[in-house]
């Protein structure tokens, strides 16, 4: 597996390259250290995992980079004003965490990451949410292939029937999953699930 980690610090890089060398085998590491080197590498190779700072190196829209197509693209970052985090996730990363993270959440976003889901910490989306008390509570949230389908259906005006129809899904099983969505998020509308879908682009806008 390809990985870039890209920080100016040597302490983040360092770390990071030894919390997934605990888990994954025949790991090929790519160190950046600015924007420059970052820019050359992206070019340069294909990676399987590109990890950043963006308050460091700019991720920037990677995957328009023909070569980052495939790439799984992970913010971690210890800013967490709400412009950052949505000029972030606009730029189609995969996951977003803080540095307050631990090992196995670090992990647990790579491999989520890797299957094609979202991953956040809930620091990250007391923020996208404006909270006005934050619990400072750091567990990961996952929205698997299934529910981010189910949010852009949601996003294109489909109602819970029409999603089953669609989805050849029961209704019940749909109303367990926009349940479970709106639990995973801390949402208690729709329209908190449907505008944080647009500003996050979790879900393609369609015209």
Same mark, same amino acid.
């Given at each position: 597996?390809?990985?870039?980690?890209?920080?100016?610090?040597?302490?983040? %890089?360092?770390?990071?390259?030894?919390?997934?060398?605990?888990?994954?085998?025949?790991?090929?590491?790519?160190?950046?250290? $600015?924007?420059?080197?970052?820019?050359?590498?992206?070019?340069?190779?294909?990676?399987?995992?590109?990890?950043?700072?963006?308050?460091?190196?700019?991720?920037? %829209?990677?995957?328009?980079?023909?070569?980052?197509?495939?790439? $799984?693209?992970?913010?971690?970052?210890?800013?967490?004003?709400?412009?950052?985090?949505?000029?972030?996730?606009?730029?189609?990363?995969?996951? $977003?965490?803080?540095?307050?993270?631990?090992? =196995? =959440?670090?992990?647990?976003?790579?491999?989520?990451?890797?299957?094609?889901?979202?991953?956040?910490?809930n620091k990250v989306l007391d923020s996208l949410i404006d909270k006005d008390e934050?619990?400072?509570?750091?567990?990961?949230?996952?929205?698997?292939? %299934? =529910?981010? =389908?189910?949010?852009?259906?949601?996003?294109?005006?489909?109602?819970?029937?029409?999603?089953?129809?669609?989805?050849?899904?029961?209704?019940?099983?749909?109303?367990?999953?926009?349940?479970?969505?709106?639990?995973?998020?801390?949402?208690?509308?729709?329209?908190?699930?449907? %505008?944080?879908?647009?500003?996050?682009?979790?879900?393609?806008?369609?015209?």
């Open positions: 597996m390809n990985v870039l980690v890209a920080d100016t610090s040597v302490l983040f %890089r360092e770390g990071v390259k030894s919390v997934l060398s605990h888990k994954f085998r025949e790991l090929i590491f790519v160190e950046a250290e $600015c924007d420059k080197t970052f820019n050359t590498a992206l070019k340069k190779s294909a990676f399987d995992v590109i990890i950043s700072d963006p308050m460091h190196v700019k991720i920037g %829209r990677v995957k328009d980079i023909s070569k980052q197509k495939k790439a $799984c693209v992970i913010s971690i970052s210890s800013e967490l004003s709400r412009p950052f985090i949505l000029a972030t996730l606009q730029n189609g990363i995969n996951a $977003c965490l803080t540095k307050d993270c631990s090992e =196995e =959440e670090i992990i647990e976003a790579v491999e989520s990451a890797m299957n094609g889901e979202r991953f956040f910490c934050f619990d400072y509570n750091c567990d990961p949230t996952v929205l698997t292939k %299934r =529910e981010i =389908e189910i949010v852009q259906l949601i996003c294109d005006g489909l109602t819970t029937a029409q999603i089953a129809d669609e989805l050849t899904l029961s209704k019940h099983t749909i109303s367990t999953h926009r349940k479970n969505i709106m639990g995973k998020l801390h949402f208690k509308t729709p329209a908190e699930l449907i %505008r944080y879908a647009i500003e996050t682009s979790l879900v393609e806008i369609k015209t």
